[in-house]
């Protein structure tokens, strides 16, 4: 079985989570980040509480925070039933369980619920999709991307992707993308031909200390020349 997601479904990450698949240092956490799509992740919201300086842009920050928490109620049940199906491609060493990665997300997604109102007031949640995000040039200093490019391979183009990323670079120095599979654990078909593409970009495929997806322990850092 493969997953057949019809659309990009709400599915929050932790600050801990961040930090691992993004090789984020504590000096990393004071700089301007960007998150690209971060949904409704809890990353924002822990990072600023702790002094950092966070914007998160994604389009589904048009909705109030009611209708997100009912998308994350209409969704839930099915990535859930659908990770239990796949359990064979990703590694349980750290979370355990199927219920148990339910409760983390839960837990960084109702932190998220808690904080979007007074978060959107304070412009930290930016209604914006790649690849046109509107921001100055050099705004940030790193940009990330969680969970969507190369993640959703079969659904963006190779043009999509590298406009994306040259869009992260436009509006900040660096640019840190993970992971770097499709949905069902395989290296995205575009990453050969996007290395290629930014290859003055100094681009670094590093290893971190994290792996959920089977194989999926690697970020592709680009930085603008």
């Given at each position: 079985m493969v997953f057949k997601y019809k659309e990009v479904v709400p599915w929050g990450r932790n600050l801990?989570?961040?930090?691992?698949?993004?090789?984020?240092?504590?000096?990393?956490?004071?700089?301007?980040?960007?998150?690209?799509?971060?949904?409704?992740?809890?990353?924002?919201?822990?990072?600023?509480?702790?002094?950092g300086s966070v914007i998160?842009?994604?389009?589904?920050?048009g909705l109030s925070r009611e209708e997100i928490?009912?998308?994350?109620?209409?969704?839930?049940?099915?990535?859930i039933s659908q990770t239990r199906d796949n359990q064979d491609k990703f590694v349980w060493d750290t979370i355990g369980t199927v219920d148990k990665?339910?409760?983390?997300?839960?837990?960084?997604?109702?932190?998220?619920?808690?904080?979007?109102?007074?978060?959107?007031?304070?412009?930290r949640y930016i209604e914006a999709s790649l690849p046109d995000l509107p921001f100055s040039n050099n705004q940030f200093d790193i940009s990330l991307s969680?969970?969507?490019?190369?993640?959703?391979t079969d659904n963006l183009d190779l043009n999509f992707h590298i406009s994306a990323i040259s869009e992260m670079l436009r509006?900040?120095?660096?640019?840190?993308?993970?992971?770097?599979?499709?949905?069902?654990?395989?290296?995205?078909?575009?990453?050969?031909?996007?290395?290629?593409?930014f290859e003055d970009h100094d681009p670094e495929l590093r290893k971190v200390n994290y792996e959920f997806q089977k194989g999926g322990n690697k970020v592709l850092i680009l930085k603008r020349p």
């Open positions: 801990d989570e961040y930090r691992r698949m993004f090789d984020l240092s504590d000096q990393d956490l004071k700089l301007r980040i960007l998150g690209c799509g971060d949904g409704p992740a809890s990353f924002n919201s822990e990072c600023n509480s702790s002094g998160s842009a994604d389009p589904i920050y928490n009912n998308r994350i109620d209409d969704t839930y049940e099915e990535v990665l339910g409760q983390i997300r839960m837990e960084a997604m109702q932190r998220f619920l808690e904080d979007f109102d007074q978060g959107k007031t304070c412009g969680s969970h969507f490019l190369f993640l959703y509006v900040s120095s660096e640019a840190r993308i993970f992971p770097l599979l499709d949905f069902n654990a395989n290296t995205s078909h575009h990453l050969r031909a996007i290395l290629s593409h």
